[in-house]
């Protein structure tokens, strides 16, 4: 009994460690939405220039996820977690003293690249740690950090507009907040049970015999059902981030000086997307039977339904605005949580950060080729509410695909064959 309560007291120990460490890490990404209006003035570039440079970072991110997913089946996630969040700490600060486009593109693609070391590490030691039984609550509990790392990014950047703080600040402060969490991730996370002399979990380790690289990414590639889902998660990702990053410029550049109260509305963006993070995980799990497709669906389809809202509302106040920009975040990240939990279902636990990194990476390849088109579409018709028409697309687009997914209502190994 006792060895139990330990074990499970160090389960949760692990969990609630890798996820305050995710919910700093965004502050060396997200805050890039709220210095692009300024980045545009000071260097006289355009929207579309700005976009370019989201988009090679998140290429970055895709590239880096393509690759450290695997390593992360191979080598100690909780190192890898460590010096993603160092380095990105370096680059964002690098960023701040840079005055020419050329190099601050430069730099935001390496900080993508270092941002990736930490998603798929941190879901292959939640993996290591937590049964089949618990995923979705684990996983739901850990895609919501990665929301609330979107709210307190938004909260620190909001306070620093207010402020009238300069676009450099906005990549030098909030990063110092992700400094101190890897440090205290990495005191305090190991990477598996055995690493402090508790058993590993027998079913997987039993599972996990090694694979050499080769044979792993040619098991994730060669599952249809897999590479459709990370197809959708491809759309929702690039929906999600038309959202995170050109809301903040939406309403920045609506003379928001008069009634910066307001502006406090967009904060309730990120908080709906954590919210929903951990609702999207339970209710793939109790209420649908483990059915992930038939949760992103309804996230998606209602996430098009509120964006098409807030595209007919000319402005935005405190309460409206407010209930408006929590349930586009509710509904667009929500469905997250469920596709995380198909990386699991659909491989085995042997490939289970490959998986997650290669749905990673399609995220984000996705999110990378919509912000110059998001940038170019501002450009030409001269209004940023232009871009949540182009939302409202791809989440319908992001429903299509999800359901062409066979996945049957059992709890594992959902699809014939697996």
Not at 51 to 59: A, K, P
Not at 104 to 114: D, H, R, S
Not at 175 to 193: E, H, K, N, T
Not at 328 to 335: D, E, N, Q, S, T
Request: glycine letters at 8%.
């Amino acid at each position: 009994m006792k060895r139990t309560k330990t074990y499970r007291a160090q389960q949760w120990r692990m969990l609630l460690g890798t996820m305050f460490c995710y919910l700093f890490f965004y502050m060396g990404r997200h805050n890039f939405g709220w210095a692009a209006k300024e980045i545009t003035e000071d260097l006289h570039i355009s929207y579309s220039q700005v976009g370019w440079i989201n988009f090679s970072m998140l290429m970055g991110y895709a590239i880096g996820q393509l690759i450290n997913g695997n390593l992360a089946d191979h080598y100690s996630p909780r190192k890898m977690v460590l010096w993603g969040g160092l380095a990105s700490v370096a680059a964002n600060f690098a960023i701040s003293f840079s005055h020419s486009y050329s190099m601050i593109m430069l730099l935001w693609t390496l900080n993508g690249y270092f941002q990736s070391l930490a998603w798929a590490p941190g879901s292959r030691i939640i993996s290591n740690w937590w049964s089949e039984d618990e995923r979705g609550r684990a996983f739901g509990l850990y895609t919501m950090a990665a929301g609330f790392s979107t709210v307190l990014t938004f909260l620190c950047s909001i306070m620093m507009v207010h402020q009238h703080a300069s676009w450099q600040l906005l990549f030098r402060l909030p990063v110092l907040f992700l400094l101190v969490a890897v440090i205290v991730f990495y005191l305090v996370v190991r990477d598996q049970p055995s690493d402090i002399g508790l058993p590993n979990l027998i079913r997987e380790m039993e599972k996990a015999t090694k694979a050499n690289w080769k044979e792993t990414y040619r098991h994730v590639f060669r599952n249809r059902e897999f590479m459709m889902a990370s197809l959708a998660m491809g759309f929702e990702n690039m929906a999600r981030y038309g959202l995170i990053t050109w809301v903040p410029v939406h309403y920045l550049g609506s003379n928001w000086q008069q009634n910066p109260q307001n502006l406090w509305a967009i904060l309730l963006l990120p908080v709906g997307m954590a919210i929903g993070a951990l609702f999207f995980g339970t209710i793939s799990d109790q209420l649908l039977n483990y059915n992930r497709p038939a949760a992103i669906r309804i996230g998606m389809l209602a996430s098009a339904v509120v964006t098409l809202m807030i595209c007919f509302s000319p402005t935005i106040n405190l309460i409206a605005g407010g209930v408006l920009m929590f349930t586009a975040g509710f509904f667009v990240y929500g469905p997250q949580s469920a596709f995380w939990l198909m990386s699991p279902d659909l491989l085995t636990e042997k490939y289970i950060g490959t998986g997650v990194g290669i749905m990673n990476m399609s995220a984000y390849v996705f999110a990378a080729i919509g912000d110059p088109l998001w940038g170019y579409l501002i450009d030409k018709t001269g209004r940023t509410s232009s871009v949540f028409g182009a939302v409202i697309i791809i989440c319908l687009l992001c429903a299509a695909t999800i359901s062409r997914i066979r996945y049957k209502d059992q709890k594992r190994y959902p699809v014939a064959g697996i």
